[in-house]
């Protein structure tokens, strides 16, 4: 609003003008106040693909600052809901807990067909953590060999037989051998495992502690010629890794082998993160990060080459569990998206997973495990299934793009309450004490 003062007035009239003055001063500020409350408020429709330029909450401004590489969760490249479907042509016993199959590799294709590796237990009885012993597996994983089967469509396999054995005393890995995964490099394959040594009562009841070692072949149907070497070594006393390093996940970036892993950090419950370990040759050695953990939280994390950089499904366990990351550099990764109904230990198919073409194209599917079926009527043992996601630049499916899932209501209820819980909330406590298990 433009005012001119008439200068020109004696001093006793401009006394009179008070009222008008006061009226202008505000007329101009309410006129002001007006306009900054009209661009203040979030205007409607998709997100504005500019930040608009207005004060933003610290909610929206995440949305044009943080690191999500889309403003709306439909369009966003790394986001995706998970679909499942059970396998054909993998026997279980009839659920009996004598065979279980379960931490698949990632998936391969390679003559004419798709290939995957896992952990393969056929023991006499099912896992029993106190009594295990040279013949009964503690563990799920303890007693258990590496096998591969192959598939033409991917939904139903064929079981070839054993790629890695147990070692010979005293070679780790004579306890037992397991969650695999494989790199191809310079035409050679390598799978990279957890190779169990001795610890009383076997693998998982006094923590997890088992050297990552490396077999190789010319062949993805072998034969495999073990290394007998630790590639990956647990870190000195003091440090994140020094107990546990899980799930080897090798991949080629930048010229290197990035080989990813779980280390635990200790505390109840344990506080899993991954660590990055990088070679220029497969069998070591294997240099770790010094920026480790590079990821917080996660337990059998897949990873696969995204655009410029490296992306990776975290699921089940820490803060920032359940979310996909992103890290334009395969070492600083944050979160680009949040998902639910994970696959658990996921080994997706990659096909570029070793092209370090520096413009990764993402994922569709691969295969992933159920665990602890059965465990009830005392015959725990995993199974293997697929599932479907669209983390892929080339597909775009906006039946995997939505965020709302319903689940039937059983799912919800299978997750009741505790009777410990029941108690509590009974008894009108306002303080819960819940014990970890
Ligand atoms: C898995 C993996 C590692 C653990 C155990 C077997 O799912 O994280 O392999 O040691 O559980």
Known sequence: MAVSLPYNLPKNRLFGLIPLLVFVIIGCQSEKMSENNQSAIFPYGNVPPDKPNMPLSEAMNRVYEGSYTSKEVETNELFSNFKYTPLEGLDYHDGDGTISR????????????????????????????????????????????????????GFTWE??????????????GWRSVSTPDILVWKGKYYLYY????????????????????????????????????????????????????????????????????????GGDPRVRAQGLAIAEDPLGSFEKHPLNPVINSGHETALFPFKEGVAALVSRHGLEHNTIQYSPDGVNFQVAAISSLFPIAPGAYVPDAFEDTGNGRGITWGLCHFRNIGLAEGKSHSILARFECDLSLDVHDPEMKQSDIFNHPDINFQFGLSEQQRRRIDANQPVATIQQE
């Open 102 to 153: 379960r931490d698949v590799s990632k998936v391969i294709f390679a003559n004419g067909k798709y290939y995957v590796w896992y952990t393969r237990r056929e023991t006499s009885t099912p896992p029993s953590a106190k009594y295990g012993n040279d013949t009964i597996p503690s563990r799920d994983w303890d007693l258990a060999e590496i096998w591969y089967a192959t598939s033409e469509d």
């Open 159 to 172: 079981e070839q037989g054993v790629a890695v054995s147990r070692m010979e005393k005293p070679y780790a």
């Open 194 to 265: 957890q190779a169990y040594l001795y610890m009383p009562g076997g693998p998982g009841t006094q923590g997890d502690d088992c050297p990552v070692s490396v077999s190789w072949s010319d062949s993805p149907d072998g034969p495999w010629t073990p290394s007998n070497k630790i590639v990956v070594e647990n870190g000195p006393s003091g440090t994140w890794d020094q107990y546990v390093i899980h799930d080897p996940y090798p991949l080629i970036y930048q010229g290197k082998i990035h080989l990813y892993y779980k280390g635990e950090m």
